[in-house]
């Protein structure tokens, strides 16, 4: 069932990864498709994920989240042998929407799960080890589909029937879930009034939303600047793959991390997103670049499992998948505007350059620490 856990969470990272190492393919392979088809090719299913991540929340509690998660386990791994079979431009498109409503409905599921098997510490250290894994099966999955892209463009289709694993695991889940005694339920703590406690919810959520902006200038803009200072594409990826390590790392020990730093921790997680991104943007010596990739990435990597365990408490068992839907749909909407609102920011300040993203968002981080650490009843309570 652990197993069928982390599985879970393994595929929340997939969705569009497949078609970016063959971008330039299909464009040769089908060349009456435009070069907008082929990049919704990639963003399509994320902005299907969005809707369908709020649907599965709100439904979750009526049709039952091991059947929910059947269903969108099914939606992926048909997604995934279908693509085998595309013959044109525009049946990659539907099968891309189907991924991304299979995706959509696993995404709350990932981390819901945790809250319905544990609780107390075990519950924050699981949601450590989910939050690692999606990021480590980012990297590793990036690594694979760029590899497979080399011998064949439809190889890299082949990360998308990893569902069935999960498919396989899913009985085991549902025998343990009817084992379980009401413990789990009892021990939450709640101070919602038996429903929601939205309020505290909402800080959580715009929390989340903001620091996933603030590091998405990373993935978004570090190639770019590392091409601007002469160096190729190999060693952007393999920088950024030293950015979703660093985001990894902290999960593996997070109840440690809890325990030095108690509830600072978000603040300490905005410090170092601030501290890397000026670093980034102060210094072009690989090794600077490096330091400040990691820091913002580790920064990140400790806020994301607090974020989740203090949200599953923020609901009553019946109500956490649609809880967690609303917190996980926060990083799918930063990932789709970022790029827009960098740029409007740029404009609106009046600032070009590859640099200026990176100042940008350490001076954003800085002043919401600042304010934080003037009103700290914020996050002080739950």
Request: a positive charge; aromatic letters at 12%.
């Amino acid at each position: 069932a652990l197993f069928g856990i982390w599985s879970v969470s393994a595929l929340t990272s997939l969705p569009g990864l497949a078609v970016s190492p063959i971008s330039e393919d299909l464009a040769r392979i089908f060349p009456a498709a435009t070069e907008l088809e082929i990049q919704m090719l990639t963003t399509l299913p994320s902005l299907l994920i969005i809707p369908f991540i709020l649907l599965a929340g709100y439904i979750s509690d009526r049709v039952g989240y091991i059947r929910l998660l059947y269903i969108g386990l099914s939606l992926f791994l048909l997604s995934g042998i279908l693509y085998f079979v595309c013959g044109n431009i525009d049946q990659l498109l539907v099968v891309s929407a189907m991924l991304g409503v299979g995706a959509g409905i696993i995404v709350p599921l990932s981390t819901a799960l945790v809250s319905k098997f544990f609780v107390g510490e075990e519950r924050t250290r699981q949601y450590g080890y989910v939050s690692a894994i999606t990021n480590i099966a980012l990297v590793v999955a990036t690594a694979v589909t760029g590899w497979l892209a080399d011998i064949q463009w439809r190889l890299p289709f082949l990360v998308y029937l990893l569902p069935l694993v999960s498919i396989l695991l899913v009985p085991a889940m549902n025998r343990n879930a009817k084992r379980l005694n009401n413990s789990a339920e009892e021990q939450v703590s709640l101070q919602s009034g038996g429903t929601v406690h939205y309020k505290r919810l909402y800080k959580y959520m715009f929390y989340y939303l903001f620091i996933t902006y603030l590091v998405m200038v990373v993935s978004i803009n570090l190639p770019f600047l590392l091409g601007h200072y002469g160096y190729d594409s190999a060693v952007s990826g393999t920088v950024t793959s030293l950015f979703f390590l660093a985001m990894m790392l902290p999960g593996l020990f997070i109840n440690r991390i809890l325990a030095l730093l108690g509830r600072n921790v978000l603040y300490w997680a905005l410090f170092l997103i601030a501290l890397g991104l000026l670093d980034v943007f102060l210094n072009s010596s690989m090794i600077f670049v490096v330091i400040g990739c990691i820091a913002a990435g580790f920064g990140y990597g400790m806020a994301q499992p607090y974020i989740y365990d203090r949200a599953s408490l923020l609901a009553s068992p019946g109500r956490v998948t649609y809880v967690m839907a609303l917190v996980m749909v926060m990083n799918y909407v930063a990932i789709v505007v970022s790029p827009f609102v960098v740029e409007a920011v740029q404009w609106l300040f009046g600032m070009t350059g590859d640099r200026s993203p990176f100042l940008l968002n350490a001076i954003a981080a800085a002043l919401a620490l600042a304010a934080l650490l003037l009103r700290k009843s914020v996050f002080s309570k739950h």
